[in-house]
Nanobody, 122 residues
């Protein structure tokens, strides 16, 4: 059973940076280049795509472009989200995801972590 475990969330001030990490216990199948990525859900809002990476290509939501950077270490089955210039509107639970394709639709991911809270407040 694939498990995704996020870490790195916390309380930061506007303008600060934060790095999220996610470790997958295993890949569903060997010899397949799975996509890994991040979604987020703010209170009272729908879950939204943040970023994904597969086969060296990264994809970002418009809200993340220029401020967030996604990377992965395939030797560790880990994905990272470096966030800078954080703003209160970035406050959300951030979920790590794993799926066959790097799509922006949440239905495209079969595996989800439990989420890590990111709060941006002064």
């Amino acid at each position: 059973q694939v498990r995704l475990v996020e870490s790195g969330g916390g309380l930061v001030q506007p303008g600060d940076s934060l790095r999220l990490s996610c470790a997958a216990s295993e890949m569903p199948m060997q010899n397949y280049n799975y996509a890994m990525g991040w979604f987020r859900q703010a209170p009272g809002k729908e879950r939204e795509f943040v970023a994904a990476i597969r086969a060296g290509f990264a994809y970002y939501a418009d809200s993340a472009k220029g401020r967030f950077s996604i990377d992965r270490d395939d030797s560790k089955n880990e994905v990272y989200l470096q966030m800078k210039s954080l703003q209160p509107e970035d406050t959300a639970v951030y979920y790590c995801v794993l799926g066959r394709l790097a799509v922006r639709n949440s239905d495209g991911y079969d595996y989800w972590g439990q989420g890590t809270q990111v709060t941006v407040s002064s």
